[in-house]
């Protein structure tokens, strides 16, 4: 990955919007995966995405749309958005969006002795090492990725 100095990406970031009214059919049993289940019989509640993933911290939680493929290996592709909570602590093993030296980029943390390396999921990518002469912020901890599929 290179690091550009002084360069900041174009990133959207958007928070949740609690007041759209955009309540959807919600099936709350579990669907099977196997044998088709009567699904209809089930619709009881209507659910808001924006309510369920923002559910720890609502005034912390942000969409950020995913540019690039560093991170396939973890399900995070590009075009995808993630959930990030700004609100929880960095962690080894967490996935974070951090902020390097100007470029946001979303990485696994990996915290070593006096080291912190954010660990790409894709082979094609090397690790990077945070290191004191790097200006360095964990924006968020990702909580969720909404994706399209097909």
Same mark, same amino acid.
């Given at each position: 990955?290179?690091?550009?100095?002084?360069?900041?990406?174009?990133?959207?970031?958007?928070?949740?919007?609690?007041? $759209?009214?955009?309540?959807? /059919?919600?099936?709350?049993?579990?669907?099977?995966?196997?044998?088709?289940? /009567?699904?209809?019989?089930?619709?009881?509640?209507?659910?808001?995405?924006?309510?369920?993933?923002? +559910?720890?911290? /609502?005034?912390?939680?942000? &969409?950020?749309?995913?540019?690039?493929?560093?991170?396939?290996?973890?399900?995070?592709? +590009?075009?995808?958005?993630?959930?990030?909570?700004? $609100?929880?602590?960095?962690?080894?093993?967490?996935?974070?969006?951090?902020?390097?030296?100007?470029?946001?980029?979303?990485?696994?943390?990996?915290?070593?002795?006096?080291?912190? &390396?954010?660990?790409?999921?894709? /082979? +094609?990518?090397?690790?990077?090492?945070?290191?004191?002469?790097?200006?360095?912020?964990?924006?968020?901890?990702?909580? &969720?990725?909404?994706?399209?599929?097909?």
């Amino acid at each position: 990955m290179s690091i550009k100095k002084n360069h900041i990406p174009k990133v959207s970031v958007h928070p949740p919007d609690f007041e $759209s009214g955009t309540s959807q /059919p919600f099936v709350s049993h579990g669907v099977k995966a196997g044998f088709p289940s /009567p699904a209809l019989d089930f619709m009881e509640y209507k659910i808001d995405l924006n309510k369920v993933v923002s +559910d720890r911290n /609502p005034l912390a939680t942000f &969409y950020i749309k995913v540019d690039g493929n560093s991170m396939t290996g973890a399900g995070i592709d +590009d075009g995808d958005i993630l959930v990030t909570d700004r $609100s929880l602590e960095p962690a080894d093993g967490k996935i974070a969006v951090c902020l390097i030296d100007g470029e946001f980029t979303v990485k696994r943390l990996k915290i070593d002795t006096d080291c912190l &390396y954010l660990m790409p999921e894709n /082979p +094609d990518y090397p690790p990077v090492k945070v290191t004191e002469d790097n200006q360095f912020v964990v924006w968020g901890i990702v909580t &969720y990725i909404i994706k399209k599929v097909g």
